[in-house]
């Protein structure tokens, strides 16, 4: 994938708590793995950036502190890519936070993307990846990816800086925005 050809990529390390969520199956307590949903934090980071990737907008009603009010989530459909090539389209939405976890936002409902999850790969991000079409991209990328060298420069030398930031008890998160020319990691 050429550098060229990506307007965006927003990304986020797969915990093992998370691995779970895409397979709809319960995750060990204390590992993260609670609702199928990825988190996002801080929200403030990413509102941007999933904005412009998602241009849907669609209007839900979620409980607020007891009480039934309407949000606005962001929507869009993304060609989710299979670890054999194969590929299919997905409706996929990012949430904004709930009362319980006002700093995070939500890439909803993961275990609906039927993505194939690596195994033996080392760390593992899930990749939402913008092109200069506007078409949308979700796959995984891997240690093993990055050591291929399989993806544009520009795109494996980012990634080989988040991969040199030390693991940790959270999830290494972020994005490289090459339109807007602004790129975060935490």
């Known amino acids: 994938m050429a550098g060229a050809n990506v307007k965006r990529i927003i990304f986020r390390e797969v915990m093992d708590g998370d691995l779970k969520k895409f397979t709809a199956t319960a995750a060990p307590s204390g590992t993260g793995g ?5 988190r996002f934090r801080p929200f403030d980071k990413f509102d941007g950036v999933f904005a412009r990737a998602l241009p849907g907008r669609e209007k839900v009603e979620r ?11 962001y929507t ?7 670890s ?13 936070p709930t009362t319980a976890r006002p700093d995070e936002g939500r890439l909803a409902r993961v275990h609906d993307l039927n993505l194939d999850v690596p195994e033996g790969e080392g760390r593992l991000l899930i990749l939402i990846i913008q092109d200069a079409k506007d078409e949308l991209i979700i796959t995984f990328f891997s240690e093993k990816d990055l050591e291929s060298g399989k993806w544009h420069a ?3 030398d980012f990634f080989k800086e988040v991969f040199s930031q030390p693991a940790r008890p959270s999830a290494t998160q972020g994005y490289i925005d090459f339109e807007q020319k602004s790129r975060w990691i935490k």
């Open 76 to 82: 869009a459909k993304a060609n989710v890519v299979r």
């Open 34 to 38: 609670g609702a199928r949903d990825l």
């Open 63 to 73: 409980r607020r502190e007891g009480e039934r009010e309407e949000i606005e989530i």
């Open 154 to 156: 520009a795109v494996n």
């Open 84 to 96: 054999n090539n194969g590929s299919f389209k997905k409706d996929i939405s990012f949430e904004p």
